[in-house]
């Protein structure tokens, strides 16, 4: 089996594309009533970090049904690979996130999930995570899901669709004041069959989403229930050899499948206690059984066309607890106003694995692998089961005052406890035992109007598992992003740097063993643009210099560039709107070469992505959709881990869709 060696902290996404979302209600029963449930609310527009909310209506112009097909149009985010495609991730600022996303502010499902974007409302993008609210992560910055609520206001629509590769979803999305005034529900049916564009992986998936909301003038209270059902088989990529990626070719025995089920309950209970005081009880429980079957290669050889088969039939069990509890005060004293929020979060994943694997019983090609080999029988199988605990829980104070019309300060603190234990039929043992405190600054100015200059400072850590020589839990992973810049309604324009420390790197004292002396450095420019250039023409384009290294490493890395991480990246997108019926968009994506793997032995080449979609209203109701992803066809790396782990970006995938309201 091929396993991802790479332990760095989730890191950041960055905030470049702002897509102006639109929606359209049917029937609005009354204007005056408060429109939707707030969670969590997050003061003034004066904080430092960055967010583009990026709203999912219109990441579906350009054809997205995950979020890599959107996220690259952000300068500075890279497409990556969570478990060969079952689950969404991105690179960030030069790191991995390692699908370590939030949903409505909590843990979302972990190791796996692709998340239907027709299920969500929006999805945030933030510069800077601000640990001191999300946690163990990445000082660059955090990706946080939105789910669609209730609200009310009358909303009804059905959606069809189908494309090429061979794809049919569907969407039913029902959003219903009740006949009792303080009562409103939301229904979301999502179902989808699809073909990847590779050989034997699908894309199956089904989602059923209700919610009701309860909401007075002082109390709100939330409840939420989500099923989700997913087949797509795990893809084992492809590889790099003779110098260049294999393209096209799919090393996916077509006896694999995949079968993953998530039950996820929620509810957020908020209520106004008064002269600018409030509390909020927010948890979740999720649940999800995974029954699967890996055939593909294990890795790639020195030498040699042909690739080591690996097989792997297991079965998942995996349970998550998310809480926060939060109380907040929003006072003034004079010119001044401040928010304070307190709280308490808990977090655990909790996962139960039992396999049969094995290595080297078949071979493939790598031109031309062919599946006409017998399965193993059981007696042939390396039998493991284990049971991993995560867990962590917190303490957090933030506090953010405006000074006048043009200062904002914030500053925040964090106390974290992290504890990660591992049990199997043989042996029982801590995996770590950690804890850390982490604090965010920022300020911002008022310029003028228009323009606005930022600073932050925000650290951040996450665990790192195992034992030095004397047998000491390793520190966590330390991380701290400077950044600076400046931003209006059209744009941004910032500076940043991000240290890392505290990374696992061999000991040259002891054979096998490993020390914390590894640093990584990333830094770069950013840069984005909101123009109308006519009255019927939007342009939206950003950019991106990133200079991401190992600035330390016993490993004979010292000085290489980070795998993945290119040093020049951009997008740009065009909004063409010549009367109120109709929507053109023309996007594009380039990304420059990035360094194959840490030890910089190749590189992943440059790619250019062009993409379009187009929206017809026919009336009031019904609305015509196309979109064409990937328009001219092309062969390339979206994302690169190592010569062996290689992800392929995906081929043209044409869509036409229907959308009707009722």
């Known amino acids: 089996m091929k396993h991802n060696t790479y332990t760095r902290p989730l890191l950041c996404i960055t905030a470049g594309l702002c897509v ?3 929606s359209e209600a049917a029937d609005n029963r009354d204007e005056t009533r408060k429109d939707t449930l707030i969670v969590n609310v997050r003061p003034s527009h004066k904080q430092a970090p960055n967010t583009t909310t990026l709203k999912t209506d219109d990441a579906s112009k350009i054809g997205s049904d995950r979020l890599e097909d959107v996220a690259d149009y952000l300068p500075g985010v890279q497409i990556g690979r969570n478990q060969a495609g079952i689950g969404s991730s991105v690179y960030l600022r030069g790191y991995s996130l390692d699908g370590a996303m939030t949903l409505d502010g909590l843990l979302d499902v972990q190791g796996f999930y692709l998340r239907d974007p027709a299920t969500l409302d929006s999805i945030e993008v933030s510069k800077g995570r601000d640990s001191v609210l999300f946690g163990a992560g990445s000082p660059g910055g955090s990706v946080n899901y939105l789910t669609k609520k209730p609200s009310f206001k009358q909303q009804r629509s ?3 669709s189908a494309g090429s590769p061979q794809q049919f979803h569907t969407l039913l999305d029902i959003n219903q004041p009740l006949s009792n005034p303080d009562w409103a529900g939301r229904l979301v049916i999502a179902g989808q069959q699809a073909e990847t564009g590779r050989a034997n992986v699908g894309d199956d998936r089904f989602t059923l989403m209700p919610s009701l909301l309860w909401q007075t003038e002082q109390q709100s209270l939330l409840l939420e229930m989500e099923y989700g059902w997913q087949n797509r088989e795990y893809d084992f990529d492809t590889v790099f050899y003779q110098g260049a990626p294999v393209y096209n070719v799919s090393y996916v025995d077509p006896r694999s499948f995949a079968d993953r089920r998530v039950t996820r309950f929620g509810t957020t209970y908020t209520r106004d206690l008064g002269k600018g005081w409030e509390a909020s009880l927010q948890a979740s429980q999720v649940d999800a059984k995974r029954d699967e079957r890996w055939i593909g290669f294990a890795y790639l050889p020195d030498t040699g066309s042909r690739l080591p088969g690996y097989y792997r039939d297991a079965q998942y069990e995996q349970s998550q607890q998310g809480l926060r509890a939060e109380l907040s005060h929003q006072y003034a004293l004079g010119t001044t106003r401040h928010h304070t929020r307190f709280g308490i979060s808990q977090q655990s994943v909790e996962i ?8 080297g019983l078949f071979q493939l090609d790598i031109f031309q692998p062919s599946f006409d080999f017998a399965l193993p029988d059981a007696s042939k ?3 493991r089961e284990a049971t991993t605990l995560r867990e962590e829980r917190a303490w957090y104070w933030r506090h953010q005052a405006d000074i006048g019309d043009k200062l904002g300060l914030t500053a925040g603190i964090r106390r974290s406890h992290y504890d990660a234990d591992y ?17 965010s600054l920022g300020a911002t100015w008022q310029l003028n109007p228009q323009w606005q200059a930022f600073a932050s400072c925000n650290e951040s850590f996450a665990p790192n598992l195992g034992m030095d020589k004397n047998d000491h839990f390793f520190d966590p992973l330390q991380g701290v992003q400077h950044e600076i810049g400046v931003r209006s309604k059209r744009g941004s324009l910032s500076t940043y740097q991000i240290d890392q420390e505290n990374v696992t790197t061999r000991d040259p004292t002891e054979p096998g063993a490993q020390i914390l002396t590894g640093k990584t450095r990333s830094q770069g420019i950013e840069a984005n643009l909101k123009l109308p250039l006519t009255p019927k023409l939007d342009l939206q384009a950003g950019y991106q210099y990133n200079d991401s290294r190992i600035t330390e490493n016993n490993d004979g890395n010292t000085g290489n560039r980070l795998h993945n991480a290119p040093r020049h990246s951009g997008s740009l997108m065009l909004d063409y709107a010549p009367d109120a019926r109709t929507h053109l968009t023309l996007g594009a994506v380039h990304v420059g070469k990035r360094a194959g793997n840490d030890a910089n032995s190749f590189d992943a080449p440059a790619y250019t992505r062009l993409d379009a979609g187009a929206e017809w209203k026919l009336d009031k109701r019904t609305t015509l959709k ?5 328009l001219l066809d092309e062969d390339y790396v979206a994302a690169s881990e190592g010569a062996d782990f290689i992800v392929q970006g995906r081929k043209r995938a044409v869509t036409l869709g229907v959308e009707f309201g009722f």
């Open 20 to 22: 102006s979302g639109y």
């Open 158 to 160: 059905i959606s069809l």
């Open 352 to 359: 139960d694995l039992q396999r049969q694997y094995r290595t």
């Open 381 to 383: 199988l390396t039998k």
């Open 423 to 439: 049990t199997s039929p043989t042996l029982s043992f801590k995996e770590v035992t950690s804890a850390d405190t982490s604090v």
């Open 626 to 630: 196309a979109s064409v992803r990937n």
